[in-house]
Structure formats: structure tokens, C-alpha cells
């Protein structure tokens, strides 16, 4: 009987240790594309440690220095972290998502301008004596961005740790700004990011350039991605938080 007993304490516990994944620092990514380092942090799910063989999907997510829980109440400019590696670990161990690995990027004093997507002008601007554009957009920090994530850091997780590294298991994730830079991505990336999340996505910037230059004017093949959007309906300002420029409206 006290035998059984303690082999149950035991399988509890197993139980309680394997429901919850851990979150790593990565250090600082140093990127010839971006001029400097991002701080990186790299959650692992519940069962990275003892299936040893198995590899996972990947979600990048921008804004990351919101998104753990460790973050703590007071980030995300007052409203508090995302808690995504508890709520992962919630939804896995209610058998409602697969386990995943989760990077979480860093944002800086460019969030702007490598967030925004990429620009698009309807017609051709009048050339300089050189042949440039005499006023072209300026998409360079986006660019940027995208090739420090296709480019360096997902190859190095790619490297260091057991994922999947197909299109169709890659995903990119984030909020207002972090929202159209996601889908931008993928549109601009579709070979790299096979899936793209909005939360609440400011659409509504550079005078909606991406919903009408980049998807109103396409006119090749359909591109293979699985998007997820969403929008409220009110935010803390009184707005529709977006909703009448949402792509889905």
C-alpha cells in the first residue's frame, strides 16, 4: 500500500514537471543586417527534454520583450505580458494545440519602420538623372528585419535546437504593429513563413499601403499561407481598435 502510494506521488509529480515547457535566453543575436544584437528568448514545450527525437513547429513573435510570462505585470506599456509559455503549456496539456517552440524577438527604437511592412507606391515616382527613383519608399529597416529573421535567426534555431523547418511549420506572430509585420512577412517571405497571426493588426498605417498596394494590386498566383486574423471591436481610446481597415471586414 505504501508502495502504491509513493508511485503515485512520483507519477504526479512526473506529470506535474513534464506539463511545463522552459523559456531560455539565446543572448544577444548580433546581425550584420540590423548593425547591432537582439535580445532573444526561446521557449521550449514540455516534452523538448525527454522525446529527444522529436521536432517541433516554430512561432517566431515580435515585441518579445512581451511576451513571457517573466515579463512580468508591468511591460507592454502598463497592460502587462502576454504569458504566452503559460498559456502554450495550459493549451498543450488540455490537449487543444501541438507542442511548438516559441522565439520571442526583441523590439527597439526602430519598431516603426521595421514593423510597417513593405511599402509600395502605385506608380512609378519621376527618375533622377541616374536613374533612381528620385523618391522611392524607404523600406530598408523592413527589409532588414526580414533578413535578420530569414536569414540568421532562423537558421541558427534551426540550428540549435529540434524543429521543423518546412514553410508550413514556421509561423510568425504579433500584436498592432507586430500584426501587419507578420502578415507582410509571410507575403513578402511566403518560402520561409508559411504562417502568418494579426492580433488586433494596424492596417490602417501609411495610409493602408499594404492592403491596397501589396494585396489590392496582386495580380500572380495564389501564395501558399494559412492566416489567422483578429480585431476588436472597441479599444481603451473608444475606436473599433482597427476593425474597419481589418482585412477580413
Not at 512520483?10 to 548580433?30: D, N, Q, R, W
Not at 550584420?32 to 532573444?40: A, K, M, N, V
Not at 523590439?107 to 509600395?120: A, D, I, K, P, V
Request: charged share 25%; proline share 5%; aromatic share 10%.
Amino acid at each position: 500500500m505504501v508502495m502504491r502510494l509513493a508511485l503515485t506521488l512520483v507519477l504526479l509529480m512526473t506529470t506535474t514537471t513534464f506539463s511545463e515547457g522552459k523559456v531560455i535566453a539565446l543572448g544577444p543575436v548580433h546581425s550584420q543586417y540590423l548593425g547591432g544584437s537582439r535580445s532573444i528568448q526561446v521557449y521550449l514545450p514540455p516534452s523538448y527534454d525527454v522525446e529527444t527525437r522529436r521536432r517541433y513547429p516554430v512561432l517566431y513573435v515580435h515585441d518579445g520583450q512581451n511576451v513571457f510570462g517573466s515579463a512580468g505585470p508591468d511591460c507592454c506599456f502598463g497592460w502587462g505580458n502576454w504569458a504566452l509559455d503559460r498559456t502554450a503549456d495550459r493549451l498543450v496539456e488540455e490537449g487543444r494545440m501541438r507542442e511548438i517552440i516559441i522565439v520571442a524577438v526583441e523590439s527597439n527604437r526602430s519598431r516603426y519602420r521595421e514593423y510597417r511592412g513593405l511599402l509600395h507606391f502605385a506608380k512609378p515616382r519621376a527618375r533622377s538623372q541616374t536613374g533612381e527613383n528620385a523618391e522611392g519608399p524607404d523600406n530598408a529597416s523592413f527589409e532588414a528585419y526580414a533578413r535578420f529573421l530569414g536569414k540568421e535567426l532562423k537558421p541558427r534555431v534551426d540550428e540549435e535546437f529540434r524543429t521543423l523547418k518546412t514553410p508550413a511549420h514556421t509561423g510568425v506572430l504579433g500584436s498592432s504593429l507586430g500584426g501587419i509585420c507578420s502578415l507582410s512577412l509571410a507575403w513578402e517571405w511566403p518560402r520561409t513563413f508559411g504562417l502568418a497571426a494579426s492580433l488586433s493588426g494596424s492596417f490602417q498605417i501609411e495610409k493602408t499601403n499594404f492592403l491596397r498596394r501589396a494585396l489590392g494590386e496582386f495580380q500572380g498566383k495564389r501564395k501558399p499561407l494559412r492566416i489567422y486574423l483578429d480585431s476588436g471591436v472597441i479599444d481603451y481610446t473608444g475606436d473599433d481598435d482597427g476593425r474597419k481597415h481589418h482585412p477580413a471586414e
